[in-house]
């Protein structure tokens, strides 16, 4: 008899499956086709089926399945009640072919086995233990009498011939349909029952004083999080919710249950809603990895935007969907939840939601089970009927069977105050099961809405029914419902649907990956209707994998997308014809179906002729292979010379999708030969593997110990646990395991048990074959049992391979044949046989040193032996020793040291740290070792280019260097990683005369070589690149490791981002490719970059990029026919080589050859094109000593054709000023119509100029030059970067495309005046710039907005019809007549079919998106109470982190206290808690709500003040000094001969005692500020008279209720007056931005040089302009007194403090209130000469501002801390600026 498995669903990985026939047991691994072959006379009725581990066990009927065609499908149930089938087929073989069975063994069971045989034969167990139950669980008064019914009853259910149930539902006719009295039924004794009484199941305790047993074999999320933080048990043990659950409570079921490593659980419960807070170090990791693990190959994109088709339908012809079902999980809040509840609790709940369903749906019944005496109505439970009905219908709620969920604590006080409550419309509510309440409703059919629809709204009647009665659901606003089960808390919805699947099923493995990127989970679902036509086998229910994080009807919408893409390909394929297949067949990729990337079953003998499609995939193999898919083409027919073929190397790529986080390899060799005959793909592999290794300088090898350094690790003796050595070898002439055959594995495992055998001395041991393997003659059958153990528990032991990778990469293959472990007697060596190479050895010891020493001799051994049979390990001169896996190629050694380092671990660098010493880190785990906070193992992170020797010394001074560092530590000392790091690898700064980025040395900042692991805090930023990181951090993670082929890292684009804040009005990209294949390679970061930057010109990524240069088809039309408003016309693009490197990535010897190269072409110009090349002067690349003349920079900077040194830190930063200013130069022709620059942001930037209005013919000499420039470089082999997609490849992404700007100047004196100039020029598709250094400014530079999606000719076109247009109305304009540009504009769009109109934004959008804006707060801490205990730190950058971390008990004094204005600590610190910072710029992270908070929360904003304030002694009662009087600042003028100041500037805070700041205000408050303030202002006379604009939309002044017209704001805005829209995290989180933009607004006079800010981040700020420093600190002094006097009049005051001064919300401006003086100076000679270190002298700061009217000036400036007056800062500036204009004059007068 043959019984074949020909699939399985639900199983574990690495079950065994054991089949039963009598007394002849089969047992094997499961694998797919599985025949179990029983030599039996006669065929039994059943077999038993096990699956191993206790997973689960049924019997089955042989005569179902050997009378169907295609067998059948069995049902079990799993350990955590989850269902396992079987898909089973019996074929019974004649009887003459059946050999004679050998008769077992005699025992004395013999008598009980062939009993047992009988009974299973006649399924007489079954029947018999099934009766025995229900006798039990009955207790009939006539006992025989209901035993005679049962058998009867189920003779005749037998004959129906069902061999299947339903999850919910017994398929067996019950006896007592055949009782006539069932008054008399009795319940089991389930109070004596284990977690069903009172008493908690047995096991771990609940009462959390105990410390935490070893997790080790615990296979659960929970156990995983405390393996990883075992800390935060210790710190959170002792704790208590609010209703006193205990941590020990919630995570109990995973101690109590070890779980199995591939099905993993949970392994925690909530005891109530706070123990999300109060355990949240252990809640929020456990609820992260388990929703990241269930959609490891979901494809979110697709998955969040299901909404969009939530209302389309699912199942048109209603043939394949059978049902849907929608459940609701809801508690009541502060009850505890059903693991924790008390039985008086649980019948409250149970009261209160009767009631609320009852006064819902009257018509509905409630049903409390049978046995509960809780419900006064039916006090005896349901009858014994209606159980049986519900739990045939599959609605009852059944008592808690497995040992997950006894110990949850779900069975207690069974059944005590449960029930059923059946509604109208299909809704049931189950009542204290897991959760208080579970509402349900499932639909015939694909209705899903109709489902959802229901149960919604039971569950909102319900919540206003609870509320009526002053209750209401538990819910937090981090994790919205909460439930018992964290993977329920969000929405708190389950979504499912049952379909009818008969082609897909055919394809399961392909059909199982499609659901898992849908986001769905699919399993197999047993048919309760066993009438209908559906088989079995076919029949799929797919539920929602994950709910965290998303609405309810986001949940419902995933599903239904899900189920819709399996009906349309369920409907496709029953239309195709037969051998089509509609999802992705084995190997195969359909690019037009959903099912792209799905190949399940790459061939391992035989390529397909197509690639498949690696899009999705995450390998270095698949990186490479998108890279250059003609790789896959020339090497698929490929084989070594020993037969290994190419599909075999690349079969796991094509097999596993792998982690974006984690990068696999993707490839494996089958044997040494691999790595020549697929050198293309294995080279690139090894590069990206092994950063820095250079192939052509090979690979060194040195086993000598000696060399080794000889000295102690560890002085102190207690920081080294252990320290061990392992290296691999693989047998010459051998195939490597992944593509060996069984006879070449048994040979390596004789020669190497030979080899192992000739050990001696200290080296001597045995051999044990893993337990199954019979090849090894001296044990067959391997290892006993005995052995194994031991072995295991000293880690000796390795198990089979259970990932995918290693599956589909051949390494199980006969498992475990042929494989084993040697072991010595003190079990400190062993060698792994037939693992993953051929041998593995590892060598233990507490010293590094002598573990090598020992690691050398016994290698010298076996390759003694092996030589003394001709044999040798494999080797070769470029790659080292050889293995299977590229990644451990070279050495193939690791050394590691298991080290104790608490205090060094828990620093955030520390990975980082490890990095830079060339380690590894990782949590050390092993026997003995259990888990222990600070316990780690690091080991060498290189293997390839440098010797053994140098690696284990490598990690010998790393490690002491780390141990060095801990010790520090211990002393108390504080330590800087980042400075410590840098003195590690000897980083040196620039030249202390050298502007940073402007030498050798990159400038400092983030690393160009390689990303840290974790992404910097851009919450200050403004750029795009910080936008789209913040948006998705995970482009980071996946890109952060990344190179091109020439070596550009992710570091090196990103680091000018980084670097820049930038600025909140002007976006700048913040990324420069380093090469042409960064566009590629970081494809993921720089398309939405682009993307982002011209989308609003009309960019269209679904385009090639076009080129066209037919001059035929430029406009002939004249731009100026008078020739009076046009100056210049000019044509420019940007070229880079292809195959070099980008300016910000190429070395010194880069730019010199793309110099020689380009100047060589220059120099073959002819005609009107010959020109010269001039190196920058300090350039001698070129041939040129000292590049050119004095003379010549001059004169080609009067030409403005010269290029200037870059001082913008953005330029600096990306690295493309490096080695200035050498390798660039100038090209001009000796006319100076054609110029280029090279190896200035680009390696070349070509114009044409020309002094008429003749655009066309500027554009035709552009062709002719550049095709000319072209021929040259082609001559020479060389070519631009160019791609089909973006054009013309550039450093910055702005200037893609054409790469091509035509330009024109020309003079709008009326035009430019008008209001919507700006807006107009847009809408012709143009951008405008003033030209600066013009007299009247009326000079306008108009030029091509699109880059990208358009031709040359488009843009030159676009250019030509704008500036006619511009031309005509400037003539109109002139005339006098009245233009409206805002219609002019509005009629270019409407005429224009091109135009992507620029979409408008509104404050009611912004508000309703951008969270603080409106009346709520921002997400994050609370701000109403803090929680309990204080969060985690660690890796906080602020004052307030500090000073918490120093002193945690200030935060347990203060978080319930409360200012009299109701200020709370939580809301102090709020801005602190929500963001991390940066460690080199260090926010303040905490505001004063009011002016209270400075005294009530004194312990955290004194020691905040002192240390932001410097040297000003609160402490020692020193008060700040007040002096805002003109009169005590000199008079003395700055710039006694005129000239140099432009304007000066002074700003001060101001905040009303009587209100709460703007960060607590309320929406009233704010109103009441408002009004008091624009009352005194508007009494205000003389040169301070102004009026008041209220923000735009802002409603709350009476006179002006809809706030500034757009012009004035226009206006405001133009003269630095108008303050913006907060969009900083930091500010947001502050609270300041709430009811945005209500009760805000700006006054100003007349003369718009004075304004006071209304409601932003303080009450009032007042600034003053003036044309000198003394004049307007007299005038500030006049405003603020003026203001003082008002408000006094009208009752109010300033907030001030004898000691702190003027008080505001950021303590930073204490004291004078954050007075701030500037001075504009114009300083061009001494900017030279080291203006910057001059005024760091004088004190004061300096920055260049660029300026339309002034160009380049110097802002002087300095900002009053604590202890000093307003007087005093004042004079301080005045003097400073006094100081440098006296240096100007002298350098003017020639002076040094």
Same mark, same amino acid.
């Given at each position: 008899?043959?019984?074949?498995? *020909?699939?399985?669903?639900?199983?574990?990985?690495?079950?065994?499956?054991?089949?039963?026939?009598?007394?002849?047991?089969?047992?094997?691994?499961?694998?797919?086709?599985?025949?179990?072959?029983?030599?039996?006379?006669?065929?039994?009725?059943?077999?038993?089926?096990?699956?191993?581990?206790?997973?689960?066990?049924?019997?089955?009927?042989?005569?179902?399945?050997?009378?169907?065609?295609?067998?059948?499908?069995?049902?079990? /149930?799993?350990?955590?009640?989850?269902?396992?089938?079987?898909?089973?087929?019996?074929?019974?073989?004649?009887?003459?072919?059946?050999?004679?069975?050998?008769?077992?063994?005699?025992?004395?069971? @013999?008598?009980?086995?062939?009993?047992?045989?009988?009974?299973?034969?006649?399924?007489?167990?079954?029947?018999?233990?099934?009766?025995?139950?229900?006798?039990?669980?009955?207790?009939?008064?006539?006992?025989?009498?209901?035993?005679?019914?049962?058998?009867?009853?189920?003779?005749?259910?037998?004959?129906?011939?069902?061999?299947?149930?339903?999850?919910?539902?017994?398929?067996?006719?019950?006896?007592?349909?055949?009782?006539?009295?069932?008054?008399?039924?009795?319940?089991?004794?389930?109070?004596?029952?284990?977690?069903?009484?009172?008493?908690?199941?047995?096991?771990?305790?609940?009462?959390?004083? @105990? %410390?935490? %047993?070893?997790?080790?074999?615990?296979?659960?999320?929970?156990?995983?999080?405390?393996?990883?933080?075992?800390?935060?048990?210790?710190?959170?043990?002792?704790?208590?919710?609010?209703?006193?659950?205990?941590?020990?409570?919630?995570?109990?079921?995973?101690?109590? /249950?070890?779980?199995?490593?591939?099905?993993?659980?949970?392994?925690?419960?909530?005891?109530?809603?706070?123990?999300?807070?109060?355990?949240?170090?252990?809640?929020?990791?456990?609820?992260? @990895?388990?929703?990241?693990?269930?959609?490891?190959?979901?494809?979110?994109?697709?998955?969040?935007?299901?909404?969009?088709?939530?209302?389309?339908?699912?199942?048109?012809?209603?043939?394949?969907?059978?049902?849907?079902?929608?459940?609701?999980?809801?508690?009541?809040?502060?009850?505890?939840?059903?693991?924790?509840?008390?039985?008086?609790?649980?019948?409250?709940?149970?009261?209160?939601?009767?009631?609320?369903?009852?006064?819902?749906?009257?018509?509905?019944?409630?049903?409390?089970?049978?046995?509960?005496?809780?419900?006064?109505?039916?006090?005896?439970?349901?009858?014994?009927?209606?159980?049986?009905?519900?739990?045939?219908?599959?609605?009852?709620?059944?008592?808690?069977?497995?040992?997950?969920?006894?110990?949850?604590?779900?069975?207690?006080?069974?059944?005590?105050?449960?029930?059923?409550?059946?509604?109208?419309?299909?809704?049931?509510?189950?009542?204290?099961?897991?959760?208080?309440?579970?509402?349900?409703?499932a639909e015939p059919g694909a209705d899903l809405l109709k489902a959802f629809d229901c149960v919604q709204r039971a569950e909102r009647a319900i919540a206003g029914c609870l509320e009526a009665s002053g209750h209401r659901f538990a819910q937090s606003e981090r994790f919205g419902f909460l439930t018992a089960c964290p993977t329920n808390a969000g929405a708190g919805i389950q979504a499912s649907a049952v379909l009818d699947l008969p082609n897909l099923a055919a394809q399961q493995d392909s059909f199982k990956v499609w659901c898992r990127r849908m986001g769905l989970i699919p399993c197999r679902r047993v048919q309760r209707d066993r009438s209908e036509a559906c088989n079995d086998k076919n029949v799929w229910e797919v539920k929602v994998a994950r709910s965290m994080g998303m609405r309810a009807e986001s949940v419902v919408a995933v599903l239904a997308k899900g189920c819709r893409r399996l009906v349309a390909e369920e409907m496709k394929l029953q239309a195709e014809s037969a051998g089509q297949s509609g999802l992705a067949a084995p190997g195969t990729a359909d690019t037009s179906s959903p099912s792209?990337?799905?190949?399940?079953?790459?061939?391992?003998?035989?390529?397909?002729?197509?690639?498949?499609?690696?899009?999705?995939?995450?390998?270095?193999?698949?990186?490479?292979?998108? =890279?250059?898919?003609?790789?896959?083409?020339?090497?698929?027919?490929?084989? *070594?010379?020993?037969?290994?073929?190419?599909?075999?190397?690349?079969?796991?790529?094509?097999?596993?999708?792998?982690?974006?986080?984690?990068?696999?390899?993707?490839?494996?060799?089958?044997?040494?030969?691999?790595?020549?005959?697929?050198?293309?793909?294995?080279?690139?592999?090894?590069?990206?593997?092994?950063?820095?290794?250079?192939?052509?300088?090979?690979?060194?090898?040195?086993?000598?110990?000696?060399?080794?350094?000889?000295?102690?690790?560890?002085?102190?003796?207690?920081?080294?646990?252990?320290?061990?050595?392992?290296?691999?070898?693989?047998?010459?002439?051998?195939?490597?395991?992944?593509?060996?055959?069984?006879?070449?594995?048994?040979?390596?495992e004789a020669s190497a048990v030979q080899a192992l055998a000739a050990m001696t001395a200290d080296l001597k041991g045995e051999y044990f074959p893993l337990l199954g393997s019979n090849s090894h003659a001296p044990k067959p059958g391997g290892m006993s049992e005995e052995d194994e153990d031991v072995l295991r528990e000293a880690d000796f032991l390795f198990e089979e391979p259970d990932s995918s990778v290693l599956l589909s990469s051949g390494y199980a293959r006969d498992w475990p044949d042929a494989r084993g472990v040697f072991a010595d007697m003190p079990r400190t060596l062993c060698v792994f046989v037939n693992e993953l190479d051929h041998l593995r050895l590892c060598v233990s010891d507490c010293d590094l040193k002598q573990a090598f020493e020992r690691l050398c001799r016994v290698l010298k051994s076996l390759e003694a032996s092996l030589s003394a049979t001709g044999q040798s390990f494999m080797w070769n001169e470029r790659l080292g020793f050889l293995g299977s896996d590229p990644s451990q190629l070279g050495t193939c050694l690791s050394a590691s040291v298991t080290v104790r380092i608490p205090?060094?671990?828990?620093?955030?660098?520390?990975?980082?740290?490890?990095?830079?010493?060339?380690?590894?880190?990782?949590?050390?785990?092993?026997?003995?070792?259990?888990?222990?906070?600070?316990?780690?193992?690091?080991? /060498?992170?290189?293997?390839?280019?440098?010797?053994?020797?140098?690696?284990?010394?490598?990690?010998?001074?790393?490690?002491?260097?780390?141990?060095?560092?801990?010790?520090?530590?211990?002393?108390?000392?504080?330590?800087?990683?980042?400075?410590?790091?840098?003195?590690?690898?000897?980083?040196?700064?620039?030249?202390?005369?050298?502007?940073?980025?402007?030498?050798?040395?990159?400038?400092?900042?983030?690393?160009?070589?390689?990303?840290?692991?974790?992404?910097?805090?851009?919450?200050?930023?403004?750029?795009?690149?910080?936008?789209?990181?913040?948006?998705?951090?995970?482009?980071?993670?996946?890109?952060?490791?990344?190179?091109?082929?020439?070596?550009?890292?992710?570091?090196?684009?990103?680091?000018?981002?980084?670097?820049?804040?930038?600025?909140?009005?002007?976006?700048?990209?913040?990324?420069?490719?380093?090469?042409?294949?960064?566009? +590629?390679?970081?494809?993921?970061?720089?398309?939405?970059?682009?993307?982002?930057?011209?989308?609003?010109?009309?960019?269209?990524?679904?385009?090639?990029?076009?080129?066209?240069?037919?001059?035929?088809?430029?406009?002939?039309?004249?731009?100026?026919?008078?020739?009076?408003?046009?100056?210049?016309?000019?044509?420019?693009?940007? =070229?880079?080589?292809?195959?070099?490197?980008?300016?910000?990535?190429?070395?010194?010897?880069?730019?010199?050859?793309?110099?020689?190269?380009?100047?060589?072409?220059?120099?073959?110009?002819?005609?009107?094109?010959?020109?010269?090349?001039?190196?920058? *002067?300090?350039?001698?690349?070129?041939?040129?000593?000292?590049?050119?003349?004095?003379?010549?920079?001059?004169?080609?900077?009067?030409?403005?054709?010269?290029?200037?040194?870059?001082?913008?830190?953005?330029?600096?930063?990306?690295?493309?000023?490096?080695?200035?200013?050498?390798?660039?130069?100038?090209?001009?022709?000796?006319?100076?119509?054609?110029?280029?620059?090279?190896?200035?942001?680009?390696?070349? =930037?070509?114009?044409?100029?020309?002094?008429?209005?003749?655009?066309?013919?500027?554009?035709?000499?552009?062709?002719?030059?550049?095709?000319?420039?072209?021929?040259?470089?082609?001559?020479?082999?060389?070519?631009?970067?160019?791609?089909?997609?973006?054009?013309?490849?550039? *450093?910055?992404?702005?200037?893609?495309?054409?790469?091509?700007?035509?330009?024109?100047?020309?003079?709008?004196?009326?035009?430019?005046?008008?209001?919507?100039?700006?807006?107009?020029?847009?809408?012709?598709?143009?951008?405008?710039?003033?030209?600066?250094?013009?007299?009247?400014?009326?000079?306008?530079?108009?030029?091509?907005?699109?880059?990208?999606?358009?031709?040359?000719?488009?843009?030159?076109?676009?250019?030509?019809?704008?500036?006619?247009?511009?031309?005509?109305?400037?003539?109109?304009?002139?005339?006098?007549?009245?233009?409206?540009?805002?219609?002019?504009?509005?009629?270019?769009?409407?005429?224009?079919?091109?135009?992507?109109?620029?979409?408008?934004?509104?404050?009611?959008?912004?508000?309703?998106?951008?969270?603080?804006?409106?009346?709520?707060?921002?997400?994050?801490?609370?701000?109403?109470?803090?929680?309990?205990?204080? %969060?985690?730190?660690?890796?906080?950058?602020?004052?307030?982190?500090?000073?918490?971390?120093?002193? %945690?008990?200030?935060?347990?004094?203060?978080?319930?206290?409360?200012?009299?204005?109701?200020?709370?600590?939580?809301?102090?610190?709020?801005?602190?808690?929500?963001?991390?910072?940066?460690?080199?710029?260090?926010?303040?992270?905490?505001?004063?709500?009011?002016?209270?908070?400075?005294?009530?929360?004194?312990?955290?904003?004194?020691?905040?003040?002192?240390?932001?304030?410097?040297?000003?002694?609160?402490?020692?009662?020193?008060?700040?000094?007040?002096?805002?009087?003109?009169?005590?600042?000199?008079?003395?003028?700055?710039?006694?001969?005129?000239?140099?100041?432009?304007?000066?500037?002074?700003?001060?805070?101001? /905040?009303?005692?009587?209100?709460?700041?703007?960060?607590?205000?309320?929406?009233?408050?704010?109103?009441?500020?408002?009004?008091?303030?624009?009352?005194?202002?508007?009494?205000?006379?003389?040169?301070?008279?102004?009026?008041?604009?209220?923000?735009?939309?802002?409603?709350?002044?009476?006179?002006?209720?809809?706030?500034?017209?757009?012009?004035?704001?226009?206006?405001?805005?133009?003269?630095?007056?108008?303050?913006?829209?907060? +969009?900083?995290?930091?500010?947001?989180?502050?609270?300041?931005?709430?009811?945005?933009?209500?009760?805000?607004?700006?006054?100003?006079?007349?003369?718009?040089?004075?304004?006071?800010?209304?409601?932003?981040? +303080?009450?009032?700020?007042?600034?003053?302009?003036?044309?000198?420093?003394?004049?307007?600190?007299?005038?500030?002094?006049?405003?603020?007194?003026?203001?003082?006097?008002?408000?006094?009049?009208?009752?109010?005051?300033?907030?001030?403090?004898?000691?702190?001064?003027?008080?505001?919300?950021?303590?930073?401006?204490?004291?004078?209130?954050?007075?701030?003086?500037?001075?504009?100076?114009?300083?061009?000679?001494?900017?030279?000469?080291?203006?910057?270190?001059?005024?760091?002298?004088?004190?004061?700061?300096?920055?260049?501002?660029?300026?339309?009217?002034?160009?380049?000036?110097?802002?002087?400036?300095?900002?009053?801390?604590?202890?000093?007056?307003?007087?005093?800062?004042?004079?301080?500036?005045?003097?400073?600026?006094?100081?440098?204009?006296?240096?100007?004059?002298?350098?003017?007068?020639?002076?040094?």
């Amino acid at each position: 008899m043959d019984v074949t498995v *020909t699939s399985a669903q639900g199983l574990p990985a690495k079950a065994y499956l054991s089949l039963r026939a009598g007394d002849v047991r089969k047992q094997v691994q499961y694998k797919p086709g599985e025949c179990f072959r029983f030599d039996v006379k006669s065929v039994p009725r059943h077999v038993v089926v096990d699956v191993f581990e206790k997973v689960g066990s049924a019997q089955v009927n042989l005569a179902d399945l050997a009378n169907s065609a295609y067998g059948g499908a069995v049902q079990l /149930n799993g350990r955590d009640g989850s269902p396992i089938v079987l898909d089973m087929q019996v074929k019974v073989r004649p009887q003459h072919s059946i050999a004679e069975v050998k008769k077992p063994r005699i025992s004395r069971h @013999q008598a009980a086995l062939e009993a047992q045989s009988y009974l299973e034969a006649h399924n007489v167990q079954k029947i018999l233990q099934g009766m025995v139950h229900e006798l039990l669980s009955s207790q009939p008064a006539d006992p025989l009498s209901f035993m005679t019914g049962y058998i009867k009853a189920h003779s005749a259910h037998d004959k129906l011939g069902s061999t299947m149930t339903s999850i919910n539902q017994s398929a067996v006719i019950k006896p007592h349909e055949l009782e006539e009295d069932d008054d008399d039924d009795l319940l089991p004794d389930w109070a004596a029952m284990p977690g069903m009484g009172e008493e908690e199941y047995p096991g771990f305790a609940s009462n959390g004083s @105990q %410390p935490l %047993p070893n997790l080790k074999g615990c296979h659960s999320i929970m156990a995983s999080v405390l393996r990883e933080t075992s800390a935060v048990y210790e710190q959170l043990k002792d704790l208590r919710s609010s209703s006193g659950v205990t941590l020990a409570q919630c995570i109990k079921p995973g101690l109590d /249950n070890k779980g199995h490593r591939m099905v993993r659980t949970l392994g925690l419960v909530a005891g109530d809603e706070s123990c999300y807070d109060v355990f949240r170090d252990v809640f929020l990791p456990v609820k992260e @990895q388990w929703h990241s693990s269930g959609l490891g190959d979901a494809d979110m994109e697709d998955i969040l935007n299901a909404d969009r088709e939530v209302d389309l339908p699912i199942d048109p012809l209603g043939n394949t969907v059978l049902s849907v079902q929608v459940a609701i999980s809801r508690n009541l809040s502060g009850i505890r939840m059903p693991p924790a509840v008390q039985r008086e609790e649980r019948r409250k709940v149970e009261r209160l939601l009767v009631k609320a369903l009852l006064d819902i749906e009257a018509s509905g019944s409630y049903e409390p089970l049978r046995g509960s005496s809780s419900y006064a109505s039916k006090p005896q439970g349901m009858s014994y009927e209606k159980e049986s009905e519900m739990k045939v219908a599959g609605r009852l709620l059944q008592e808690p069977q497995s040992d997950l969920q006894l110990s949850s604590g779900y069975g207690r006080h069974w059944p005590d105050a449960r029930g059923v409550f059946d509604g109208s419309q299909g809704l049931v509510a189950w009542l204290n099961e897991e959760d208080h309440l579970k509402l349900f409703c499932a639909e015939p059919g694909a209705d899903l809405l109709k489902a959802f629809d229901c149960v919604q709204r039971a569950e909102r009647a319900i919540a206003g029914c609870l509320e009526a009665s002053g209750h209401r659901f538990a819910q937090s606003e981090r994790f919205g419902f909460l439930t018992a089960c964290p993977t329920n808390a969000g929405a708190g919805i389950q979504a499912s649907a049952v379909l009818d699947l008969p082609n897909l099923a055919a394809q399961q493995d392909s059909f199982k990956v499609w659901c898992r990127r849908m986001g769905l989970i699919p399993c197999r679902r047993v048919q309760r209707d066993r009438s209908e036509a559906c088989n079995d086998k076919n029949v799929w229910e797919v539920k929602v994998a994950r709910s965290m994080g998303m609405r309810a009807e986001s949940v419902v919408a995933v599903l239904a997308k899900g189920c819709r893409r399996l009906v349309a390909e369920e409907m496709k394929l029953q239309a195709e014809s037969a051998g089509q297949s509609g999802l992705a067949a084995p190997g195969t990729a359909d690019t037009s179906s959903p099912s792209v990337g799905v190949c399940s079953e790459f061939s391992r003998d035989k390529c397909l002729a197509k690639m498949p499609d690696v899009s999705g995939r995450h390998s270095l193999a698949a990186e490479v292979l998108r =890279r250059d898919p003609s790789i896959y083409d020339r090497l698929k027919d490929k084989s *070594t010379p020993s037969g290994v073929d190419f599909a075999t190397c690349v079969k796991t790529c094509f097999e596993n999708f792998g982690h974006p986080m984690i990068k696999t390899v993707g490839a494996v060799a089958g044997d040494e030969a691999c790595y020549d005959t697929f050198k293309e793909l294995f080279d690139p592999i090894i590069r990206l593997r092994h950063p820095g290794y250079a192939p052509e300088k090979g690979h060194r090898t040195d086993l000598d110990s000696a060399k080794v350094i000889d000295a102690p690790l560890d002085a102190t003796g207690h920081h080294v646990v252990a320290a061990r050595v392992r290296v691999s070898r693989n047998l010459r002439g051998l195939r490597l395991p992944p593509a060996c055959s069984e006879d070449e594995r048994r040979a390596v495992e004789a020669s190497a048990v030979q080899a192992l055998a000739a050990m001696t001395a200290d080296l001597k041991g045995e051999y044990f074959p893993l337990l199954g393997s019979n090849s090894h003659a001296p044990k067959p059958g391997g290892m006993s049992e005995e052995d194994e153990d031991v072995l295991r528990e000293a880690d000796f032991l390795f198990e089979e391979p259970d990932s995918s990778v290693l599956l589909s990469s051949g390494y199980a293959r006969d498992w475990p044949d042929a494989r084993g472990v040697f072991a010595d007697m003190p079990r400190t060596l062993c060698v792994f046989v037939n693992e993953l190479d051929h041998l593995r050895l590892c060598v233990s010891d507490c010293d590094l040193k002598q573990a090598f020493e020992r690691l050398c001799r016994v290698l010298k051994s076996l390759e003694a032996s092996l030589s003394a049979t001709g044999q040798s390990f494999m080797w070769n001169e470029r790659l080292g020793f050889l293995g299977s896996d590229p990644s451990q190629l070279g050495t193939c050694l690791s050394a590691s040291v298991t080290v104790r380092i608490p205090l060094l671990s828990s620093q955030p660098k520390f990975r980082e740290l490890c990095k830079g010493l060339g380690l590894q880190a990782q949590l050390a785990a092993g026997p003995g070792l259990g888990v222990h906070e600070g316990l780690w193992e690091v080991q /060498n992170s290189s293997r390839l280019g440098s010797t053994e020797v140098e690696q284990v010394n490598s990690t010998i001074e790393a490690v002491r260097a780390i141990l060095r560092l801990e010790e520090r530590l211990e002393n108390g000392e504080h330590l800087q990683l980042d400075a410590e790091l840098r003195a590690v690898v000897a980083e040196r700064g620039p030249a202390d005369d050298e502007l940073p980025g402007l030498g050798d040395k990159d400038s400092p900042g983030f690393p160009v070589d390689s990303c840290p692991a974790e992404l910097p805090d851009l919450s200050r930023h403004h750029s795009l690149l910080a936008q789209i990181l913040t948006a998705d951090p995970a482009i980071y993670t996946e890109l952060k490791d990344r190179r091109t082929d020439l070596g550009v890292s992710l570091a090196r684009c990103i680091k000018s981002g980084i670097d820049n804040q930038g600025h909140s009005l002007f976006k700048v990209v913040g990324a420069f490719a380093g090469d042409a294949q960064c566009y +590629d390679v970081f494809g993921k970061l720089f398309d939405p970059l682009i993307l982002a930057r011209h989308k609003t010109a009309g960019y269209d990524p679904s385009l090639m990029q076009p080129r066209n240069l037919n001059m035929e088809a430029i406009s002939s039309t004249p731009i100026d026919g008078a020739d009076q408003v046009v100056v210049s016309v000019q044509v420019s693009a940007i =070229r880079n080589l292809a195959g070099h490197r980008f300016t910000p990535a190429m070395a010194l010897q880069e730019r010199e050859q793309v110099e020689k190269i380009l100047s060589a072409a220059f120099s073959k110009m002819q005609g009107d094109f010959a020109g010269e090349y001039y190196p920058l *002067t300090g350039s001698s690349s070129s041939g040129r000593l000292g590049g050119m003349s004095e003379d010549d920079a001059a004169r080609l900077r009067s030409e403005h054709l010269l290029i200037e040194a870059p001082d913008a830190p953005l330029i600096l930063s990306s690295g493309r000023a490096r080695s200035w200013p050498k390798a660039r130069g100038v090209f001009a022709s000796a006319n100076r119509e054609l110029a280029a620059w090279i190896n200035d942001e680009d390696h070349l =930037r070509l114009f044409v100029r020309r002094g008429d209005a003749d655009l066309k013919a500027a554009f035709a000499s552009f062709c002719e030059a550049e095709e000319a420039l072209t021929r040259a470089l082609a001559a020479e082999g060389g070519s631009f970067a160019r791609s089909p997609r973006l054009g013309f490849l550039t *450093t910055c992404p702005s200037n893609l495309g054409t790469a091509l700007r035509a330009k024109v100047r020309l003079q709008l004196p009326q035009l430019s005046r008008l209001n919507g100039f700006r807006e107009f020029t847009w809408a012709l598709m143009v951008q405008a710039k003033r030209v600066p250094g013009y007299d009247g400014n009326d000079l306008w530079d108009v030029s091509n907005v699109a880059r990208l999606s358009s031709s040359e000719v488009d843009q030159v076109n676009c250019v030509i019809a704008a500036v006619q247009s511009l031309v005509s109305l400037e003539r109109r304009a002139e005339g006098g007549e009245a233009l409206d540009l805002k219609a002019e504009a509005e009629t270019v769009k409407q005429r224009r079919a091109r135009e992507v109109a620029k979409p408008r934004f509104t404050m009611q959008d912004l508000i309703q998106h951008m969270p603080g804006l409106g009346n709520d707060e921002v997400p994050g801490f609370p701000a109403d109470v803090c929680p309990e205990p204080m %969060p985690d730190l660690t890796g906080f950058f602020s004052l307030t982190a500090d000073v918490l971390r120093k002193d %945690p008990s200030i935060y347990e004094r203060l978080r319930s206290v409360r200012t009299v204005k109701g200020v709370t600590f939580a809301k102090c610190i709020k801005p602190g808690m929500d963001n991390r910072g940066h460690p080199m710029i260090r926010a303040v992270g905490a505001v004063a709500g009011d002016a209270e908070c400075y005294s009530t929360f004194r312990d955290l904003f004194m020691p905040i003040i002192m240390a932001r304030q410097g040297s000003f002694d609160i402490a020692a009662g020193v008060r700040h000094p007040r002096e805002l009087n003109a009169a005590s600042v000199s008079s003395e003028a700055i710039d006694p001969v005129g000239g140099h100041v432009v304007a000066a500037r002074i700003k001060i805070s101001r /905040n009303l005692a009587a209100f709460r700041f703007p960060s607590a205000v309320a929406q009233e408050e704010r109103r009441t500020v408002e009004a008091a303030a624009v009352k005194v202002l508007s009494q205000l006379d003389g040169d301070l008279a102004g009026e008041y604009f209220p923000l735009r939309n802002s409603q709350t002044c009476v006179l002006r209720p809809q706030g500034m017209t757009e012009q004035e704001a226009a206006e405001l805005e133009a003269q630095g007056l108008l303050f913006q829209v907060p +969009d900083s995290p930091l500010v947001l989180s502050t609270g300041s931005g709430r009811h945005w933009p209500e009760a805000r607004g700006i006054f100003a006079n007349a003369s718009k040089n004075l304004a006071v800010w209304v409601n932003e981040e +303080d009450h009032l700020r007042f600034a003053v302009t003036a044309g000198g420093l003394h004049e307007a600190f007299s005038k500030i002094c006049m405003l603020e007194d003026a203001m003082r006097v008002g408000l006094q009049h009208d009752g109010l005051d300033y907030a001030c403090d004898e000691a702190l001064g003027f008080l505001s919300s950021c303590p930073s401006k204490l004291g004078s209130g954050g007075l701030q003086a500037s001075v504009l100076v114009k300083l061009p000679l001494l900017a030279g000469a080291g203006l910057k270190a001059r005024c760091k002298e004088l004190q004061v700061a300096s920055r260049t501002i660029e300026t339309a009217a002034w160009g380049n000036v110097w802002k002087i400036s300095a900002v009053a801390k604590l202890g000093q007056s307003e007087a005093n800062l004042v004079e301080q500036v005045a003097s400073a600026c006094r100081t440098l204009v006296a240096e100007e004059i002298k350098l003017e007068r020639g002076s040094s």
